[in-house]
């Protein structure tokens, strides 16, 4: 199974400024996402990170506000910018590997309050 | 619109119970589905999926679930709950064409001495 380094594992961080939160496989994968899970709820993803390629985002987010990087196939980064209260979440690092390996594999999550 | 479902926010069982945690999801295609774990301050955990053959599907830490065609549902079980197991339990589903997962509102499972 695949293992994830997230980084940082938390932050505190003031209105209006950007976080860039960095993930590393320790093998290369096939896919890369990232999920948003809000206080007391769901996971929600934001976007699937693609190698050599601009992001996919889903409804309701957008590359302004979440640039994706992936510069190669065991590393991307998620940068959270212009934050505002409503940042405030865990974003999880996720990745599948192979084209048949079906489960996917999460990172330990950065925990962003945002004041 | 694809969606799933975990209709109890939270589940309360003794230990030595048996225990189950509910999933349903909306018809489309052939989904993939799943079960994952959080314990506190961790990451998510898989437990099992479900792509085709046998519907009772065997996990991690002793867990199963079983698929139902019929009634779309994808429900986690475990014959006898331990203390340990209290944690916050996502279904999940991959549908067909996508290799994200979409999950459920999640469920608490609480397992009293």
């Known amino acids: 199974s695949a293992v994830i380094s997230q980084k940082p594992s938390r932050d505190i961080c003031q209105r209006g400024t950007s976080l860039t939160i960095q993930c590393q496989v320790d093998?290369?994968?096939?896919?890369m996402f990232w999920y948003r899970q809000q206080p007391g709820q769901s996971l929600t993803l934001i976007a699937t990170?693609?190698?050599?390629?601009?992001?996919?985002?889903e409804s309701g987010f957008v590359i302004d506000k979440f640039p994706i990087s992936r510069p190669n196939l065991t590393f991307s980064t998620l940068t959270v910018s212009n934050m505002s209260p409503e940042d405030s979440s865990i974003y999880l690092c996720?990745?599948?590997?192979?084209?048949?390996?079906?489960?996917?594999?999460f990172g330990s999550g950065t925990q962003l309050s945002v004041l | 619109a694809q969606s799933v479902a975990q209709p109890e926010d939270q589940v309360n069982v003794a230990e030595g119970n048996p225990l189950t945690v509910k999933c349903t999801y909306s018809?489309?295609?052939?989904?993939?589905l799943f079960w994952y774990v959080q314990y506190p301050n961790r990451g998510l955990q898989f437990l099992l999926k479900?792509?085709?053959?046998?519907?009772l599907v065997k996990g991690s830490y002793g867990f199963e679930a079983e698929f139902n065609k019929s009634q779309t549902s994808f429900h986690l079980k475990k014959p006898s709950a331990l203390v340990s197991d209290s944690a916050l339990y996502f279904c999940?589903?991959?549908?067909?064409?996508?290799?994200?997962?979409?999950f459920g509102s999640g469920t608490r499972l609480q397992v009293q001495p």
């Open positions: 996720s990745v599948s590997q192979g084209t048949t390996n079906e489960k996917l594999f």
């Open positions: 093998s290369q994968v096939t896919m």
């Open positions: 990170a693609n190698q050599g390629s601009e992001a996919t985002y």
């Open positions: 018809v489309s295609g052939n989904p993939y």
């Open positions: 479900y792509i085709t053959g046998d519907n």
């Open positions: 999940a589903v991959r549908w067909t064409g996508r290799r994200a997962l979409t």
